[in-house]
């Protein structure tokens, strides 16, 4: 009786149920290719769609039980447990995702070096791409979109920030190539947070041609009020982290189809999406990280509920007019189902 109310009440949507044999266990909508016209990505943000996004990747990578390398982070799990990234991005699709990530975070080239793995970064970036492929046959039609990652990180143990020693730059040039060769729909920069690494990880990106989503993370200064680039890194460095709206202004020329706020603390996530929509017109993303990371296990803890994550989600989308919706760090499936429900909502 509740299934048939609901597919009444969504007749476009495919459903799948996860039953015990006798009750229901589960009742996940899909995306199909309904959900999915032929307008592209930037016609359907034109045209005021919210997109869902995933949650963290890496997150329930570790949740599953696999060990995170100390410099390569989530990377190798494409290699050493793809079973389990096969099903971490199946469950995402399974909440509603309509936009997954590649496990490709962490894969540039100058990241592998670290651990003398260099020259397995195409095959590595390949058949992460290859593992979300997978699960979009495996979950969801052709409706699913699949984007690679690039990110500004450089080996976990190194003191900077941001990679941006040696042949960074031809490295994430090798990495854009390697993902559109893969076939992703798009890319997403994340955490970018200098104007030297992002400059060179965007301009990668934008070249490729695909679509480009910028993720930008934030934290607030100690003086409560501004808003700077992310630190997260004790180290002896003492330069000052950017202004973040000073950063926004010198990056913005090299293109990008929307830009946004990720793997930023929700509390910190609307001061830096207002000054963000000060300084950029396109359409906005936001995806927070949540709860306390607990290292060396990259466990969080202490993690928003689905429901109060959908609720700050709620107020991004009122308050800004955020359109790419999603989960970082700390986050999982049951955020991203909560997420669905609350853009279903909107719609109606
Ligand atoms: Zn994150």
Not at 141 to 169: C, F, K, N
Not at 246 to 273: C, N, S, W, Y
Request: glycine share 8%; hydrophobic share 40%; net charge negative.
């Amino acid at each position: 009786m509740v299934i048939w109310q609901e597919l009444q009440r969504y007749p476009k949507h495919r459903y799948f149920v996860e039953s015990d044999g006798g009750s229901l266990v589960h009742f996940w909508r899909i995306p199909t290719t309904d959900d999915w016209p032929m307008s592209s990505l930037t016609e359907r943000l034109q045209q005021g769609e919210v997109l869902l996004l995933d949650g963290g990747v890496s997150t329930e990578i570790r949740r599953r039980g696999v060990a995170l390398d100390k410099n390569v982070w989530s990377g190798l799990a494409t290699k050493t447990n793809p079973d389990e990234v096969l099903a971490v991005h199946e469950d995402y699709i399974r909440a509603g995702a309509q936009i997954i990530t590649a496990n490709t975070y962490s894969t540039a080239r100058h990241v592998l070096e670290s651990i003398n793995l260099g020259h397995e970064s195409k095959m590595l970036n390949l058949k992460s791409v290859q593992l979300a492929q997978q699960a979009r046959d495996n979950a969801a039609g052709e409706a699913v979109l699949i984007a690679g990652s690039m990110s500004s990180m450089p080996p976990l143990t190194s003191h900077r920030e941001v990679a941006i020693d040696g042949h960074v730059e031809s490295s994430y040039q090798e990495l854009a190539e390697s993902l559109v060769n893969a076939g992703v729909d798009l890319i997403i920069a994340e955490m970018m947070r200098d104007v030297e690494n992002a400059g060179m990880v965007i301009r990668a990106a934008v070249s490729t041609g695909l679509p480009v989503m910028i993720g930008f993370s934030a934290m607030m200064a100690d003086n409560g009020v501004d808003v700077r680039s992310l630190r997260w890194k004790n180290t002896d460095d003492t330069t000052d982290a950017h202004d973040f709206g000073e950063m926004v202004d010198e990056l913005k020329p090299l293109g990008g189809l929307a830009a946004g706020i990720m793997h930023t603390r929700v509390e910190d996530t609307a001061p830096a999406l207002k000054v963000l929509r000060e300084h950029w017109s396109g359409p906005l993303l936001a995806y927070a990280e949540t709860g306390k990371l607990i290292l060396p296990d990259w466990r969080y803890e202490e993690v928003s509920s689905p429901q109060q994550y959908a609720a700050e989600i709620e107020g991004w989308i009122r308050d800004y007019g955020v359109q790419i919706v999603g989960g970082c760090c700390g986050t999982g499936p049951e955020h991203i189902r909560a997420l669905r429900q609350l853009i279903d909502s909107l719609d109606r």
